[in-house]
């Protein structure tokens, strides 16, 4: 889920655009996945819309241990499992009838300052959503400064990318960054003031930390191809995101298993495994109505994406991402 600022930093978890992403799989019947389990608004959504079960993923374990109790209401309708959604397909025991991710990061992750998301907390600079690996305080205190402010500007966008690289090696050089708003700050005095309604000057570089931290951009391409992998003829994938990254990633798949992007060969004989593998269920990104805006602000950058899987062979395993900014190991701005 997008960064959030003060005024909605305290609002509880509430699954996005629950309501229309219901209405374009349904009727919702069989087996489903949620690939990003979360506080599981998902997937209490599908079981009570008709879905004769659900397997909830997550690569956060205190999701998992957060849902245990409310989950056993359900019985052998929920099955509850750790990894990741490009993992789907071999999590998955069978074919599926739906697959559901919502990407980036959860309320309940974004609210606790003791998981290092949020730039408005004081906590430690964490930010992994599996709690094992590379933090982001070893991110921040050990990439070289070109490699910083690639990530910087390829994930979050940042035009200042290459001044604000230069300012946190210049501060680590002192001693290590430890903390959220120690990197906030960090940011800040690198950028103007934000005006009334501007988005806080570290949400970027936050967001750009984050997604380097958790490789969430080549998990979105791996996990759509295990999406496809998976379903069965007729099954759906829903796919909510928060930012432009992600949604261009989600939109160009689409678009190229859809038959809707043309072939980079135009010479090249059709074949089998050229025939669309989805239909889209949503021309257009589905956005938030006014009063979920209201209701949820949390909403405000969320967009839906619907398409449903054909009879044609899924495409082959390969590590190709397409859509995926390539870091260059230099600074761009």
């Known amino acids: 889920m997008a960064q ?16 229309p992403l219901l209405a374009a799989v ?32 997550d690569r956060d374990p205190l999701a998992l241990e957060m849902a245990a109790g409310w ?15 490009s993992q789907l397909d071999t999590l998955a025991d069978g074919p599926l009838d739906g697959v559901v991710l919502d990407l980036g990061v959860s309320s309940m992750q974004l609210d606790r300052a003791e998981r290092g998301f949020s730039f408005v907390r004081e906590g430690p600079l964490d930010m992994r959503m599996s709690q094992s690996g590379e933090s982001a305080a070893d991110l921040v ?7 910083l402010a690639d990530i910087l500007y390829q994930y979050g966008e940042e035009r200042a990318s290459r001044r604000i690289a230069r ?9 290590r960054i430890e903390t959220t708003l120690q990197l906030a700050a960090i940011v800040a005095r690198c950028l103007p003031h934000p005006k009334p309604g501007q988005i806080h000057p570290a949400t970027r570089s936050f967001q750009a930390i984050r997604i380097a931290v958790n490789a969430e951009l080549t998990e979105l391409a791996a996990g759509l191809k295990a999406a496809e992998r998976a379903l069965k003829p007729g099954g759906r ?4 995101t928060f930012h432009s990254l992600e949604d261009r990633i989600v939109k160009q798949f689409f678009l190229q298993r859809s038959g809707g992007q043309a072939n980079a060969n135009r010479h090249a004989p059709a074949t089998g495994a050229d025939a669309p593998r989805f239909t889209l269920l949503t021309r257009r990104a589905t956005a938030p109505d006014d009063q979920e805006l209201a209701e949820n602000p949390r909403s405000r950058s969320a967009k839906l994406r619907v398409a449903q899987r ?15 900014p390539q870091l260059q190991r230099k600074g761009r701005r």
Do not use: M, Q
């Not at 608004?41 to 909830?56: E, F, K, N, Q, S």
């Not at 994938?237 to 909510?240: E, G, N, R, S």
């Open 71 to 85: 989950a056993k209401g359900y019985g052998d309708r929920l099955h509850l499992l750790a990894g990741t959604f």
């Open 237 to 240: 994938l829903a796919v909510v």
């Open 167 to 175: 300012a946190i090696v210049a501060a680590r050089a002192g001693a």
């Open 26 to 57: 349904a009727p919702v019947s069989g087996v489903w996945l949620d690939g990003t389990f979360g506080a599981g608004g998902y997937t209490r959504g599908l079981l009570d819309a008709g879905a004769a079960r659900v397997i909830g993923v």
């Open 141 to 147: 205190n050990s990439a070289p400064e070109e490699v």
């Open 4 to 19: 959030s600022g003060p005024a909605d930093a305290c609002l509880p978890h509430v699954p996005v655009l629950l309501g």
């Open 310 to 324: 054909t009879s044609a062979p899924a495409g082959p395993r390969d590590p190709d991402a397409p859509g995926v």
